[in-house]
């Protein structure tokens, strides 16, 4: 399998996405510091609850109405403005110790992150067209937002030794400008205009109506949320579990974290192999009924050493990587190339919506039951889902289906190379839901 390394346009946007990254990590470090600088240790914590709060809801409401301002213009050009605007957001942020300055500042960066993050994820597929290179790249990505998550404390305590904390909104900046020079130096393939001759909300909602419209989308979306129901566990209640079993949070959360991002990184590179041979569906339904597995071992365990809590968080960033990692190839295949970006961003608010209720239940449950409790009612509750979803995305699954269009004209464009047979041009080609296939079952007979 070629690496999509060797694809220069890949390394300078996975370069753009690793600075992103950092840039990303770096700031939620400083909205930490600066709302215990603003709050004291009394109102820190729901300070940062109110920036993270304002997170969730720019990434949920505002992805779908982001990409389709976007639509009309140039993908370099569309993703070097949104780079260019989180710098300069960033800048006053370090300057000013007023809470609703700082909250407003980050509403506004969080807005233009969820214009960028769909954006990026739906250009990849066109500049590594090759299926089996693009699950490699899907591969790289997962491990670069896993390896973020554990190397970004890590990068801002070691900047905290000679800088201010306020001063890692430059750093942060700096990341920002990294990103959007890769992006500058990378060449974008040609892009397919989008119709844009239909009413706004028509537009706005295009990608979440093909998303919801198509059975194995709304597949990917009922695993995304189970692995959510039991991974907010892992990332809400693991520096509790830290603390209040193992006896030191600040020492045990990044040895923890440390062992899931190894699991993580493990479980995407082991994905293309296993997206050829069992495909995206069994190998995402494997990952959440892992993760669930796991969960159920990690809660029935006494008194687990620290070797048995390194194998069990091992386990849980593998089973995190088999469901994330494959579900852009889900996507791609699942669209048109102008309406990739929509539903890129139909994904991106969708997911993040399941991890706005799962954040607040994993915490609830560790509160009203007991952490081990906890983990356990969540993972029943991953299987649950998982059953679901297998329901909801059938077995049998292809992406050519046999169908026909009566209504068509014999000279529309649309069948000049489908081989139409009969008086009701009956065809067969990749079947997703466009203008001409307006549901899954229009045409088939």
């Known amino acids: 399998m070629t690496s999509p390394l060797a694809n220069p346009s890949f390394r300078w946007l996975f370069s753009a996405q690793i600075s992103s990254l950092v840039g990303v990590g770096l700031l939620t470090v400083a909205l930490s510091l600066a709302a215990y ?11 940062l609850g109110l920036l993270l709060a304002l997170k969730m809801v720019a990434y949920v409401g505002l992805a779908p109405l ?30 000013t110790s007023n809470l609703w300055h700082i909250a407003g500042l980050s509403f506004v960066f969080f807005a233009l992150s969820a214009g960028f993050t769909p954006l990026y994820q739906a250009v990849i597929p066109d500049v590594v067209p090759e299926e ?12 670069a937002y896993t390896l973020e998550a554990v190397l970004s404390p890590v990068i801002a305590g070691a900047l905290l030794t000679v800088v201010a904390g306020h001063a890692l909104f430059l750093v942060a900046a700096l990341a920002f400008a990294g990103s959007m020079a890769a992006v500058l130096m990378a060449r974008f393939p040609a892009q397919v205009a989008a119709t844009t001759d239909k009413p706004f909300w028509q537009r706005a909602s295009r990608g979440l109506v093909i998303y919801l419209r198509t059975p194995r989308l709304r597949g990917v979306f009922l695993l995304n949320l189970a692995l959510s129901l039991a991974m907010a566990w892992i990332l809400v209640n693991t520096v509790v579990y830290a603390g209040v079993r193992l006896g030191a949070s600040e020492t045990y959360l990044p040895v923890l974290m440390g062992f899931y991002g190894l699991g993580a990184a493990v479980g995407a590179g082991l994905v293309p ?3 050829k041979s069992l495909a995206e569906r069994r190998t995402m339904s494997m990952g959440t009924f892992l993760f669930a597995a796991v969960g159920c071992v990690f809660a029935a365990l006494p008194a687990p050493t620290l070797a048995a809590l390194a194998v069990i ?8 990587s088999l469901v994330l990692t494959p579900g852009g190839l889900v996507l791609t295949r699942s669209a048109q190339k102008q309406d990739r970006a929509a539903v890129f961003a139909a994904q991106f608010s969708l997911s993040h919506a399941g991890w706005l209720v799962a954040y607040p239940l994993a915490g609830w449950m560790a509160v009203w039951l007991s952490l081990e409790t906890a983990m356990l009612v969540l993972s029943l509750m991953c299987v649950a889902t998982t059953f679901v979803a297998l329901r909801v995305w059938p077995a049998h699954d292809p992406l050519a289906r046999a169908h026909a269009h009566p209504e068509l004209p014999d000279d ?9 047979s009969g008086p009701d041009h009956r065809h067969v080609h990749a079947y997703v839901i466009d203008d001409l296939h307006p549901s899954w079952s229009y045409g088939i007979t």
């Open 313 to 320: 968080w091992i386990g849980f960033g593998l089973a995190s």
């Open 37 to 47: 600088r603003i709050g004291g240790a009394q109102a820190a914590g729901q300070l």
């Open 412 to 420: 529309h464009p649309h069948l000049l190379d489908a081989r139409a």
């Open 66 to 95: 982001a990409e389709m301002l976007l639509a009309g213009l140039s993908r370099k050009a569309a993703l070097v403005s949104l780079d260019l605007g989180r710098m300069l957001l960033l800048v006053p942020m370090a300057f």
């Open 132 to 143: 089996d290179v693009y699950a490699r790249a899907l591969s790289w990505s997962r491990i």
């Open 273 to 275: 192999r296993l997206v």
